[in-house]
């Protein structure tokens, strides 16, 4: 596992919310465990319903149901205050929602030519540099990897100067994507003992230097900025460091534009796994090598849609085995669902996409949602 030894997690950790207003309805009473938060209940007593309401393919809903279940969690005091037809309604336009997100972001890159690329490795066991800077130049990027491994170094020198790195990267014009493969909790890197906040204000350090000068209040646009971490409870990890970007930003009276792009290898309270031998090898970041650096023809970039599509649907087969219908089509059945760590891509909402969620939820103009949305 990723994370290290279950005795060294925190039995509870905190993902800081924001509490959200609802307008009242004119509506009946609504029926008792109308969102579940199970998953299992959802898909069975929720998900059908939308899908008669919204269409689409197997495939694509497995993609799409899990971000939706979490989004209408988020939200299940307005949705349990609508009737059922309503509500029903409201989940089809959130899936709908969802899915223009996700074909509005799917072109942005995360390997590219003229991107920095800046790299964390776990310092036992992990991969080499070369393992993030071969894959970085072949997209014509250019990297530099951090790893405690030189006479001299220590955890807490290589994390000062991964921080430095990554607040010079956010000072400047060109965009850059951070790579983070290691051991994780959900509040640090927990191979160098990085916590969400240290990151947020190197990112928030780095980037209202480049903006403000000519400014009377501050301003952080993180847009071109990819964050990629591979290890355990990276999607909680990146929840917290988003929702501390924001506050921080209202705790200095800086004008937040954007959050970056963040790819999580594993999901919400969830481990990673890796192939464990001479080497740390994580599964998330092996399939993205065997994606688009080992197989041929390569793309002319790598966008945030291969990883919500072509390494989300590589990764489905941890903990699943495929079954083949009569039909020809695919689907899958749980095998092992301690081995299941299905990828996340967290990417930030703009003032209009904000405006329409609260349209579809019936939100009071001026209620605060978060700034990033799970696309799946």
């Known amino acids: 596992m990723l994370g290290g030894t279950m005795a060294a997690l925190p039995r509870f950790f905190v993902v800081t919310c924001l509490v959200v207003g609802c307008l009242p309805c004119a509506a009946t009473a609504a029926e008792s ?12 007593d929720i998900s059908p319903r939308v899908r008669a309401a919204r269409p689409m393919a197997d495939k694509h809903w497995r993609q799409v149901e899990p971000a939706l279940h979490h989004l209408a969690t988020q939200h299940a005091d307005c949705l349990d205050s609508m009737p059922q037809a309503d509500r029903i309604a409201t989940l089809a336009s959130l899936t709908e929602f969802i899915d223009r997100v996700r074909a509005a972001c799917a072109a942005r890159p995360v390997l590219a030519p003229g991107r920095t690329v800046i790299g964390l490795l776990d310092p036992a066991r992990g991969l080499d540099p070369k393992e993030i800077t071969t894959i970085a130049t072949a997209y014509g990027g250019a990297a530099t990897v951090f790893k405690q491994d030189a006479p001299g170094e220590t955890i807490a020198s290589v994390a000062d100067d991964f921080l430095a790195a990554v607040r010079a990267a956010a000072a400047a014009d060109t965009p ?30 780095g980037d209202s230097r480049r903006n403000s000068a000519a400014q009377a209040t501050p301003i952080v646009d993180l847009g071109r900025v990819v964050l990629v971490c591979d290890d355990c ?30 790819i999580a290898g ?18 998330f970041w092996k399939d993205v090598i065997e994606l688009f650096y080992v197989r041929r023809p390569r793309p002319e970039t790598v966008t945030l ?21 009569r039909d020809g089509s695919v ?46």
């Open 266 to 283: 594993t999901n919400r309270d969830c481990v990673g796994h890796a192939d464990v031998g001479e080497k740390f090898v994580p599964h």
């Open 33 to 44: 465990n109308a969102v579940p938060a199970d998953v299992a209940a959802f898909q069975q």
């Open 176 to 205: 850059a994507t951070i790579v983070v493969l290691g051991h994780g909790l959900p509040t640090e890197i927990q191979s160098y003992s990085i916590r969400f906040e240290r990151l947020a204000a190197a990112l928030i350090d």
């Open 233 to 262: 409870f990276s999607t909680d990890f990146l929840i917290n460091l988003c929702t501390e970007i924001e506050a921080e930003c209202r705790r200095r009276d800086h004008r937040l534009v954007s959050l970056p792009s963040c």
């Open 331 to 376: 689907s899958y059945r749980l095998v092992d669902p301690t081995q299941c760590q299905d990828p996340v891509v967290l990417v930030p909402l703009d003032e209009a996409e904000l405006v329409e969620l609260r349209t579809i939820l019936r939100l009071p103009a001026d209620a605060p949602l978060p700034r990033w949305l799970d696309i799946g």
């Open 305 to 325: 849609g291969d990883f919500f599509e072509k390494v989300d649907n590589m990764m489905y087969g941890y903990g699943r085995a495929p079954t083949v219908g």
